[in-house]
């Protein structure tokens, strides 16, 4: 098991950007594949990104391909989302899970057993 704590939300202007960290407890970082969801006011949890142990496979959700950027730091236990040219409907709360011996591939919220509490992201139009 793995505690998991987000940080770097924050209010931003329609095209501005933010950094999210999840900070990762425990020795065993490097064998969780690691992701990022988002939940809107009324809306489902839903995927972002995702980043496999060693960080060499990176995926992403179709609405934020080309804007925002999965990386990790094993050394530092910590995974990052660098969020660019943000929208409006990028408005959410941002989660970042792991899952153990995980490829990085995964996208389902079941997919993750750890999660953290979250950090709210605000884009003003």
């Known amino acids: 098991q793995v505690h998991l704590v987000e940080s770097g939300g924050g209010l931003v202007q329609t095209g501005g950007s933010l950094r999210l960290s999840c900070a990762a407890s425990?020795?065993?970082?490097?064998?969780?594949?690691m992701g990022w969801f988002r939940q809107a006011p009324g809306k489902e949890r839903e995927f972002v990104s995702a980043?496999?142990?060693?960080?060499?496979?990176?995926n992403y959700a179709d609405p934020v391909k080309g804007r925002f950027t999965i990386s990790r730091d094993n050394d530092k236990n910590a995974a990052y989302l660098q969020m660019n040219s943000l929208k409006p409907e990028d408005t959410a709360v941002y989660y970042c899970?792991?899952?153990?011996?995980?490829?990085?591939?995964?996208?389902?919220?079941?997919?993750?057993?750890?999660w953290g509490q979250g950090t709210q992201v605000t884009v003003s139009s």
């Open positions: 899970a792991a899952q153990r011996l995980g490829t990085g591939w995964a996208r389902e919220i079941y997919d993750y057993h750890d």
């Open positions: 980043i496999s142990r060693g960080g060499g496979s990176r």
């Open positions: 425990g020795r065993t970082f490097s064998q969780y594949a």
